[in-house]
């Protein structure tokens, strides 16, 4: 049996022969080292001794391990990172409340993927590139570009090979893009069935939309009324009269649509028979508000709302809602451009929804303003009516 100062000197000599083989470049860097077991064995030493040793050459800087697989010669390589492109509108863009969630999610899902994400405007892309200084890219994600505007991308590189996904529906304008959107056919239905099941019959749906003009840029609101009345038809209480939007198509910034919204909502709120609105957005809700408001109508006859977006909670209005959960729509993206870069899908466009997340709050019961703490639930809604109609206008 030898004695410790043997094995003292057969553990020196493994550590001297195994260093200067790596130096030498009899083991290549990046080449797996002999296993503890195979060293124990070699130089008559205990495996716990061998792998102390090699743990002292990796302290080194001699060798360097990898969980689970093995110890190799050398340093450890530079992670040699997939750069996945964020490409906004605008610098001011990063600042929307969507896009900072929509980022996170999408940033988490590609760094678990192995990639890395790199987030920039049109402006500076343009700058960068004339420079030559952008990196290769395996996939862009075109904020760049609202449903029935021209994709930044393929403008500019209309046969680039690279991985590029967009928002909303499949377009046979840019056959090249995969999309994700959320789901508003379903969320429509969702948010028609939750107050069917409170009780409501007269359920009414307001949105910007022009069904006898189809606009791809409020294609959501005509997609959240078609859920809607896919759940009215299916209880049997479905009336075309249910269905409020402007007088006229809209067009241009979303920021004029309140008055037409608004009076589309007064036509609605004179309806006695109506106890429920489905809202299509936060806008929509403000107009009803502010109808409310101009007929007037006593509170204890105000409708019962759902929402979308949940972003009336931030108004004072605890208003049933159903959330887009923007972090998740980031990481199908994510998930989608990662696929298509590593040949994981066919040829065809992808096209991948996200489900909304309800919301239920007392505001979608009956007779919601006669229930009691009402007044705390609902704030000075009428004065938050007011000022949001005045200061969106």
């Not at 969980?67 to 990172?81: D, K, L, N, S, Y």
């Not at 990196?135 to 209309?158: L, Y």
């Not at 075309?240 to 037409?260: I, K, M, V």
Request: with cysteine; aromatic share 8%.
């Amino acid at each position: 049996m030898a004695t410790r100062r043997e094995v003292q000197q057969r553990t020196q000599r493994l550590q001297s022969e195994l260093r200067a083989a790596c130096r030498a470049g009899e083991i290549a860097a990046g080449e797996m080292a002999p296993s503890s077991r195979e060293l124990a064995a070699r130089y008559g030493v205990s495996h716990m001794a061998a792998a102390r040793a090699l743990q002292e050459l990796v302290e080194e800087g001699v060798l360097y391990s990898v969980p689970r697989v093995g110890t190799f010669a050398g340093t450890p390589p530079t992670p040699q990172f997939e750069y996945y492109l964020l490409l906004l509108h605008k610098a001011e863009d990063a600042q929307q409340q969507w896009y900072w969630q929509f980022r996170i999610g999408f940033e988490e899902m590609m760094s678990q993927r192995g990639g890395a994400t790199l987030e920039m405007d049109a402006a500076t892309f343009e700058a960068h590139r004339q420079r030559d200084d952008l990196p290769q890219f395996a996939g862009v994600f075109d904020t760049a570009s609202c449903p029935d505007a021209r994709p930044f991308w393929a403008t500019k590189f209309p046969d680039s090979p690279i991985p590029h996904a967009r928002f909303g529906v499949h377009n046979e304008d840019w056959p090249s893009y995969d999309t994700i959107s959320f789901d508003d056919i379903e969320g429509g239905q969702r948010a028609a069935l939750h107050l069917l099941e409170q009780g409501h019959e007269h359920i009414a749906f307001l949105g910007p939309h022009h069904p006898a003009h189809y606009n791809t840029h409020l294609g959501w609101s005509n997609e959240r009324a078609a859920g809607w009345q896919n759940a009215l038809e299916r209880a049997g209480v479905f009336a075309p009269d249910l269905l409020f939007h402007p007088a006229q198509p809209l067009s241009g910034d979303s920021a004029t649509y309140l008055e037409p919204l608004t009076q589309a909502a007064l036509r609605l709120v004179k309806r006695r028979d109506i106890g429920a609105v489905v809202a299509a957005s936060a806008l929509a809700t403000q107009a009803i508000f502010a109808a409310l408001q101009d007929v007037p109508v006593p509170r204890e006859r105000w409708p019962a709302i759902v929402t979308f977006d949940d972003e009336a909670m931030a108004h004072g209005r605890h208003l049933s809602a159903l959330r887009l959960p923007w972090e998740e729509l980031g990481r199908c993206c994510a998930s989608l451009l990662w696929e298509r870069r590593h040949g994981r899908l066919d040829a065809a466009p992808q096209h991948r929804q996200v489900s909304m997340r309800l919301i239920a709050r007392l505001t979608s019961q009956p007779n919601w303003p006669r229930a009691a703490g009402h007044a705390t639930l609902v704030g000075n809604s009428a004065a938050r009516a007011r000022s949001l109609a005045t200061t969106s206008a």
